[in-house]
């Protein structure tokens, strides 16, 4: 089918409670269509021309509060006509519209002029459901509106149907507009490259149009379906701030476009480019979801607003905690790569479990190496049978072991590649990405599975499905190691070959749903060598993400702030890893490595086989007080303190949990100067009128400090740090218990 039906993208979570009550109305007199949840109302209605016409996004309004029906935009002279002037909901490329559309057709007849407007509605459980139709042709769009009442996050995503008798071309489909009134403002969106995501970028949005994108089909390390728009200069904790993030983990864009009368509108989708899906009558297709919030408390509100929206109704859930109002914290993992790499065998893999079994550690992981003749990233993608000269008695030895210890167990595994030396490639050479009779690109020696075919979505569930049932696992590492290139389709009609970009990323989702539900209690993480499938799609389906392939301590601490403007900590898989380190020869101490991972999802990737008694000992300490707080820290109230962008010397961040109960406090030195210490560290988000008490996880507070003190001394008079904290790449922790 080319409707994507999936429930589960649009459903939302049920909850046992929730800060404020859910409204939606629609004035049929006016035509005015309101919803309100959080601190938030969207409202948007049916001008006088038929047109959905965007009205107000921002803070909570008056229960009271009404609006007249909506009028269209003047024209600015005869450039500028009222149809690009107006800030349409989900505006059809036809008419006069100047402006980036929502959705470009092409019919047989070779017309392209698309005028949607108000045909009829439904009000759905949170939300509404509104048709629009073309003036003439019958293509219908019904556009889904669905406002969480904790957060105020709007879902928003469209369903573009043919009901006639040609087939019809889809050239540009977004998921939703965006729009806000002229003014000056500052964008924010995420940027990066291998070994080096998640950079803040914050710029005035000028006229014309800033594309973030991505042509690479997955979501890349190179740009993030993720933004925040600030109404003048960015603040980390004061202002009006809209944000918003693409659910799409396939080739994606989103354009921020400031008009000639500078108002501002966000459009985001599929990317146009190389697209082209054809309609055949009576057939449909679902764009992704385009996720929008607001807040009144800066960037840092923002991503609070986000990151609890993502707990309670993006992230899955396993048999064990459906139903829940939170998915449960990541274990404390561990994963075997740096210590063995490829050479992966039964006994140095039951060593490595003895050793991290002693630790804390809750999960241990077997990376790359266990499958086919898999002896580097030459050979094996694809051939996914558990070598028998490494674990002659396949992988339930080793299983057994490690559920001995204490600790579940979970697999690296790559299902969407092949490499050309497998049994894979010999036998389907045809089941890879390519245009026929043009030289196929490799990279890692590599290529891409073309997912879109259902013999390779069979056999990619087949053997996942396989060996999750004969195996005791609990976890996959699942990796994706390189992007698209020659993305064709040879056995579908010509006219239909762009599909591929679209129904690859269907059967991702398709399979890893189907998974989760034949096999209740696993957990997946995505992984695209660091961060290059990170997304509110594929969220859905993966319990946490990899952000990174550098684990450098210190480049950590600006990976992981980018990260968290648009993902909640509790994804955000941080590992202590080797020192001197690979990517810059950098040593750092075991405590500071360890202190900027506890900012996250916590898991150790060193070699422990070289461990000293000293750190096996720290480690087990730290490991220990981490999870003592892991819940305030993943699932919190996030603060940055300190930001460690622009050269800064320090960082600090902290995480409040939601009854204010508890706090911690992470502070980082990349090196003091002329015998300057760190800064004092006024706290946020406590509770004035409760007492705290302060204890130590790694470092010491001024002696002055004072043991117990109330939440407004902490915010108002501050933390203040030992003098001996200072130095190069020293860190320190803390954590405040209520009294």
Not at 206 to 211: P, S, V
């Amino acid at each position: 089918m080319k409707a994507f039906t999936l429930a589960l993208l649009l459903s939302f979570a049920t909850l046992t409670s929730s800060a404020q009550v859910s409204k939606v109305s629609f004035d049929a007199t006016t035509k005015v269509f309101r919803l309100d949840g959080g601190n938030v109302s969207y409202v948007f209605g049916v001008n006088s021309r038929g047109e959905l016409q965007q009205m107000y996004w921002g803070g909570r309004l008056g229960a009271t509060d009404t609006f007249p029906a909506p009028k269209p935009k003047p024209e600015w002279a005869s450039f500028d006509d009222s149809y690009t002037t107006t800030p349409q909901e989900y505006a059809g490329w036809g008419e006069g519209l100047y402006i980036e559309p929502a959705l470009k057709v092409t019919f047989p007849d070779g017309n392209r002029d698309l005028v949607l407007h108000y045909a009829s509605y439904k009000t759905t459980e949170h939300g509404f459901d509104v048709e629009l139709k073309d003036i003439e042709q019958p293509i219908f769009v019904t556009l889904h509106y669905s406002m969480d009442s904790e957060t105020g996050v709007l879902a928003r995503s469209a369903t573009i149907e043919n009901r006639g008798t040609e087939s019809v071309t889809i050239e540009q489909a977004a998921a939703a507009s965006w729009a806000l009134p002229a003014g000056h403002y500052t964008l924010n969106y995420l940027t990066g490259r291998w070994a080096g995501e998640w950079t803040l970028n914050q710029e005035p949005i000028q006229h014309g149009e800033r594309i973030i994108e991505s042509r690479r089909g997955s979501t890349s390390h190179q740009a993030n379906p993720w933004f925040a728009i600030e109404a003048g200069t960015p603040d980390e904790e004061h202002g009006e701030v809209w944000f918003g993030a693409l659910g799409w983990s396939g080739s994606w864009r989103i354009t921020v476009e400031r008009d000639q009368l500078d108002a501002v509108r966000v459009t985001g989708g599929f990317n146009p480019f190389d697209f082209g899906y054809v309609l055949h009558p009576g057939q449909s297709l679902e764009t992704p979801i385009f996720y929008g919030g607001y807040s009144a408390h800066g960037l840092g509100g923002a991503s609070r607003e986000l990151h609890l929206f993502e707990l309670k109704h993006i992230l899955p859930r396993t048999a064990s905690t459906r139903g829940a109002e939170m998915p449960r914290v990541r274990p404390v993992l561990y994963n075997s790569w740096e210590a063995t790499e490829f050479n992966v065998n039964e006994a140095g893999q039951m060593a490595l479990a003895e050793k991290a079994a002693a630790l804390g550690v809750d999960r241990f992981v077997m990376d790359d190496g266990w499958f086919g003749q898999r002896k580097n990233d030459h050979a094996g993608l694809g051939d996914w049978y558990v070598n028998p000269q490494k674990f002659p008695h396949g992988l339930k030895p080793l299983i057994d072991k490690v559920h001995s210890l204490g600790m579940d167990f979970g697999l690296w595994v790559e299902p969407e590649m092949v490499n050309p030396d497998s049994d894979l490639y010999r036998k389907h050479p045809d089941w890879v990405l390519h245009f026929k009779g043009r030289p196929e690109t490799e990279q890692r020696n590599q290529l891409v599975l073309n997912l879109a075919r259902p013999d390779v979505r069979a056999y990619i569930f087949g053997f996942l499905d396989k060996l999750l049932t004969e195996n005791d696992i609990a976890f996959l590492k699942w990796d994706y190691n390189r992007n698209w290139s020659e993305p064709g389709w040879d056995a579908i009609p010509a006219n239909e070959q762009k599909e591929v970009y679209v129904a690859f990323t269907r059967n991702l989702y398709s399979i890893l749903a189907e998974l989760r539900q034949k096999h209740p209690n696993v957990e997946i993480e995505s992984c695209s060598g660091g961060g290059g499938r990170v997304d509110l799609g594929i969220l859905r389906y993966t319990d946490e993400v990899w952000p990174s392939d550098n684990t450098d301590p210190f480049d950590r601490l600006t990976i992981q702030n980018g990260f968290t403007y648009a993902y909640t900590p509790q994804v955000m898989m941080s590992w202590v890893t080797d020192s001197p380190h690979w990517m810059n020869n950098r040593s750092t101490s075991l405590a500071y490595r360890f202190l900027s991972s506890m900012q996250g999802s916590l898991g150790i990737g060193a070699n422990i086989n070289k461990w000293t008694p000293d750190e096996t000992a720290l480690a087990k300490r730290l490991i220990a007080a981490y999870k003592q707080v892991q819940p305030t820290i993943v699932r919190g109230d996030l603060y940055r303190l300190i930001s460690p962008l622009n050269g800064s010397e320090f960082s600090a961040t902290e995480d409040v949990n939601r009854d204010k109960s508890q706090a911690v406090i992470f502070a980082f030195i990349h090196s003091t100067q002329e015998g300057r210490g760190f800064p004092l560290l006024k706290l946020e988000g406590l509770d004035p009128n409760v007492e705290y008490t302060l204890s130590s996880i790694e470092g010491k507070a001024s002696p002055n400090t004072p043991t117990t003190a109330s939440g407004a001394w902490w915010m108002n008079h501050g933390l203040v740090m030992d003098q001996s904290f200072r130095g190069d790449f020293q860190a320190a922790a803390f954590r405040l218990d209520k009294k």
